[in-house]
């Protein structure tokens, strides 16, 4: 089966720094992805991980552990349009596909 | 690339009444995805589609919902009769490994 769980809500300052934790236990593991989605929005591509460690674009780095089953996005220098849901999938190869499931999702409010 | 086609944008339908939901994914992409997004539910996986052959459609609701992907270029997701319960944002995406889901703009469906 598949279980993914995030924070269902958080609220960070303009220009600091937050972190949005996700735990996954899925069947299989291919993957993990982040993914920005302001109302009224579809989904878009934020971040991929599939090693361990940290992938870093801009203001906005990934992290992974494996062995956990524990990621999390950290985004710095916040800014106002940062204001969004964050949701975190993973891909699982079970049974020899590439089946992606999505958490319920963070939302970020950025405040002056 | 224009991107995922979804149509229509919006529905607003009668309880009992047939809808239809069209997709037209990425050329190129070999994996296809409906999702549908509630406030309640997060976004769910209801069916997902391999080199045009259903692969798990575990996530669809009951037998009221079906989907078809007849060639690479086009998927439908129907509901037969349709139910106020019904009333979501259902997204298509595709995808092509080891890459995320690309989604669609979405489907606003009303269920009165």
């Known amino acids: 089966g598949q279980n993914i769980d995030q924070p269902t809500e958080m609220t960070a300052t303009e220009g600091a720094i937050v972190q949005i934790n996700c735990t996954y236990q899925t069947s299989g593991f291919n993957g993990l992805f982040w993914y920005q989605q302001h109302a009224g929005e579809a989904p878009t591509f934020l971040s991929y991980n599939v090693l361990d460690g940290l992938e870093e674009k801009g203001r906005f780095s990934s992290f992974l552990s494996r062995s956990k089953g524990y990621s999390y996005l950290l985004l710095k220098e916040l800014q106002m349009k940062d204001s969004a849901s964050y949701l975190c999938a993973v891909r699982d190869p079970s049974g020899g596909y590439q089946k992606v499931t999505f958490g319920t999702g963070t939302k970020l409010q950025v405040i002056p | 690339d224009a991107g995922v086609i979804q149509s229509p944008r919006h529905e607003v339908t009668e309880m009992g009444q047939e809808v239809t939901l069209r997709c037209k994914p990425i050329s190129g992409h070999n994996s296809l995805f409906w999702y549908r997004q509630t406030m309640m539910r997060g976004l769910e996986l209801l069916i997902y589609?391999?080199?045009?052959?259903?692969?798990?459609d575990s996530g669809m609701p009951e037998d009221r919902f079906s989907a078809k992907m007849p060639n690479a270029s086009f998927s439908t997701l129907k509901i037969q009769p349709s139910e106020p319960r019904d009333s979501a944002v259902y997204f298509c995406?595709?995808?092509?490994?080891?890459?995320?889901?690309?989604f669609g703009p979405g489907t606003r469906l009303t269920v009165l």
């Open positions: 589609f391999n080199n045009n052959v259903p692969i798990d």
């Open positions: 995406a595709s995808s092509m490994v080891p890459r995320g889901p690309f």
